[in-house]
């Protein structure tokens, strides 16, 4: 981008800045943002923002929304849905001064100050809770233990070892923990940190030392950051795989910890099996305690989820929507809440209600209908129904039949979009009672459960 975009970009920001503050009740929320895309690039109808405040981030998502949306809009006459995402690397400025007026505004925003600072320190999401973690068969055992850990910390299943694969609740689980253990004993202090930050910082402070011999500030400064706690969470533990000095230093800081009976939760992508090069001492020491794994939620847990996630964004969605994204996001729960995110956010832009059509339209998933052909939608009526494929191409009355045949037309309109006359040919009738037929199935399926449930099994067949 040229230098005049840039200055034009960063005026639109500092007057959306400006514009925002005034409309919020506790304008110190805004000093952490960030664009987090530019806002002349931006050609998804979605602005993103990032800010290093779990608290500001729900703060603004949950309650005022509407009117950032609407300084948005003021500030660059472009209308978009605003989101955020949290991004611990974006440095934290300087607060400003608040004025008397805003100072006199209320103890409850001293509290909330008070209450963000703490949770900065600890480095917990807000969203991350044991409310809002569904628990499913798929992770049973892992919330089990995380509810007794966050009881009675240092107790029991010392350390605690989370591993499943990307995107299925680890790092919230670990974080629901640390949750409860702020609630439950306030005067305990929780850290949580990835290895991966755990790794640089360590490096970062070890360059800093002179010598071999010689234990600097900076580092005193890093292990006390460590080792000064009385919950240590560490993410994404699979990082540290072969890296010797970050092995080392966890071992060293796993013992002190450990030996003054403090609680440390490792969560992995990978099982303990499936690391490579960690030396032996280190491996059993992850041994000691117990470890868990979480699986890939079904179909049910992950309807649950994404309507609670969609309850907390404050856009709730239809069952119907829910199963939806349900069924078509199946592995990754994060990729489930993103596609949520992306749908709810335009339809909100385009003032329409989420519907599934919507949603298909909105994530480009009309696109995967392409290995669906009129031949696997004929075959999987035929034996969804127990009849001939020819006789749904007939004009056979029996009762199967013309039911199967309903629901054929059905999906050929849905799935692949074929013009009526198209189907008129295929199933030798008259252009008008297809599409007769078609409105009649599709508002029955709205209405009707029984037919609702036949439709949305027949979807998941044809599609699998
Ligand atoms: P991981 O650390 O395993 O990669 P995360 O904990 O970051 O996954 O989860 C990804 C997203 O999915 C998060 O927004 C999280 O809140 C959500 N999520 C995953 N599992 C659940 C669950 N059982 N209940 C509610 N939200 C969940
Ligand atoms: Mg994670």
Request: net charge positive.
């Amino acid at each position: 981008m040229n230098g005049l975009d840039e200055k034009k970009e960063q005026n639109a920001w500092d007057n959306f800045i400006a514009i925002l503050k005034n409309k919020l009740p506790m304008p110190i929320w805004v000093e952490s943002l960030e664009p987090a895309i530019s806002i002349y690039e931006n050609k998804e109808d979605i602005f993103l923002i990032k800010s290093n405040q779990s608290f500001a981030i729900n703060f603004l998502q949950q309650k005022h929304l509407k009117e950032v949306e609407e300084a948005f809009e003021e500030a660059t006459g472009f209308k978009r849905a605003v989101r955020f995402v949290f991004d611990e690397n974006v440095k934290p400025k300087k607060k400003p001064k608040l004025t008397p007026e805003q100072k006199e505004h209320s103890k409850t925003a001293q509290k909330m100050e008070n209450l963000a600072q703490m949770y900065s320190f600890c480095a917990l999401n807000l969203k991350y809770t044991f409310e809002n973690f569904v628990e499913g068969e798929n992770s049973r055992l892992a919330y089990k233990i995380a509810q007794i850990i966050a009881q009675a910390p240092g107790q029991k299943y010392n350390p605690l070892f989370i591993s499943g694969s990307v995107g299925l609740g680890k790092t919230h689980l670990m974080q629901a923990i640390g949750h409860k253990i702020l609630k439950n004993f306030p005067n305990l202090k929780i850290r949580y940190t990835k290895a991966e930050e755990f790794g640089n910082k360590l490096i970062e402070s070890l360059n800093s030392c002179k010598n071999a011999s010689d234990i600097n500030e900076k580092m005193k400064k890093f292990r006390d950051m460590h080792r000064n706690v009385d919950v240590l969470l560490i993410d994404d533990i699979q990082w540290i795989d072969g890296k010797k000095r970050t092995e080392e230093e966890i071992f060293n800081t796993f013992d002190a910890l450990y030996h003054a009976g403090k609680q440390i939760v490792f969560a992995s992508d990978r099982p303990l099996s499936a690391f490579e090069l960690i030396p032996d001492r280190l491996r059993s020491r992850f041994e000691w305690g117990i470890e868990v794994n979480i699986t890939v939620p079904d179909l049910n847990t992950r309807i649950e989820i994404v309507k609670r996630h969609a309850i907390a964004s404050n856009y709730p969605i239809t069952d119907e929507v829910a199963k939806f994204l349900a069924q078509e996001f199946s592995s990754n729960v994060r990729e489930l809440e993103g596609a949520y995110n992306k749908a709810s956010a335009l339809a909100s832009i385009e003032g329409v209600e989420l519907t599934v059509e919507k949603v298909k339209e909105f994530l480009d998933l009309n696109s995967r209908k392409k290995n669906i052909s009129f031949n696997n939608i004929l075959e999987i009526c035929s034996k969804y129904f127990t009849v001939d494929k020819k006789d749904i191409l007939s004009s056979a009355r029996a009762k199967e039949v013309v039911n199967a045949r309903k629901y054929a037309i059905y999906f050929s309109r849905e799935l692949l979009e074929l013009s009526y006359s198209a189907l008129a040919k295929e199933f030798k009738k008259n252009h008008t009672t297809i599409m007769y037929q078609y409105d009649k199935l599709k508002d029955e399926i709205k209405t009707n459960k029984a037919m609702s449930m036949i439709a949305s099994e027949l979807n998941e067949l044809i599609k699998k």
